[in-house]
């Protein structure tokens, strides 16, 4: 199952909804998806980096196959930039993305092992599947991908309940680096209405509730996306050996995504972000720890609007502004002054197969 494939039928823009080619190898058919586009943004506040940047974003292909009607593969190859509002610039090299051999042990239950896509949160691996070009403040705090195995229930047709444990390490806090993780969660569709319920555990540093709500109003796809996300006893104990003062031991980020379909060819993504993170002081008020979501100060808001044109169902055309801005002067100008706020604005061009 990948990450949130029932809201994402319901909810992505339709140029991310392309057929998939046949290739025959070794006897086997061979489904392949993916994608080619390229970027260019102007960004401010970015320090030392060039504030122009040229980017051959995704590079990318989606393999599957069913080898009979118990088990299949799923696999990503290719070389995916990950731009998102806090670091923009990235460097991305041809790996496998992510890769699973999925067996059915019964008519309503799967086990996938292998490298995971996550469950958790609203936007999905490669830009061309999410409807801005940027990832958000609260995609920048959720795991991404991982080695693990997990487990789903189908509950019915539209209804899946997992349970998964895996090696996830990014979730680093205070210096203490979680050795695995565990996850459950249930992910359906109830008429219009779509929903994910998600829990993830990272061993002895952190936890963190997600949720995403998204339906259809007229010519609106609407969706939400809360998360809270609390620190473990381990992590709270480095920072008060660090002479912390008071440890800000939660944080939480509140993304809502707005997508009129002006017309069949052409949508206008917004999405609003506020994420809360306190950060940690000494009793010297110097920062010991920005929080779980990495911004600076106590809080920020994001602001992200990205025309799309798709003059055919496999390429698009889209532009974006999007700003964000902090409680406390956390970005660098390229003269090496502190600021409170970026900005970005530049064009994307796709073409998917």
Known sequence: ??????IAAATL???SLVNAGS????????????GITASYFYMDNVGEEPKDQFSVTNL?????????SYIRFEAGLGAAHLPDLLEPVSEAEFEVEFAWLEIQISENSVISAGKLLTNVGYELFDTFNNPNYHYGLVWWGQPVNYAGARFTYSLDEDIQFY??????TAGAVAGITPRDAAATGIIGSIGNFNFALNYFDYANTKNLVDVVFATQVANFDVALNIDYQWLDDGPKDSLKTLGAKDVE???YGVALYLIPHVTDKIIVP???EFVYDGKTVNQNGEVIDEGIYGIAGDDAWSFTITPTWAPTKNTYIRGEFAYVVTDEKGFEN???????NRSFVGVELGFLF
Do not use: P
């Open 1 to 6: 199952m990948r990450k949130l494939k029932l």
């Open 13 to 15: 823009v339709s140029f």
């Open 23 to 34: 290739l025959k190898v070794l006897n086997s058919d061979v489904e392949m998806a993916g």
């Open 60 to 68: 990318d292909f989606d393999l599957s196959s069913n080898f009979n």
């Open 163 to 168: 349970a998964e444990y895996n090696h996830d």
């Open 249 to 251: 031991d939660y944080g």
């Open 270 to 272: 917004v999405r609003i």
């Open 334 to 340: 390229e003269d090496g002054e502190e600021e409170d």
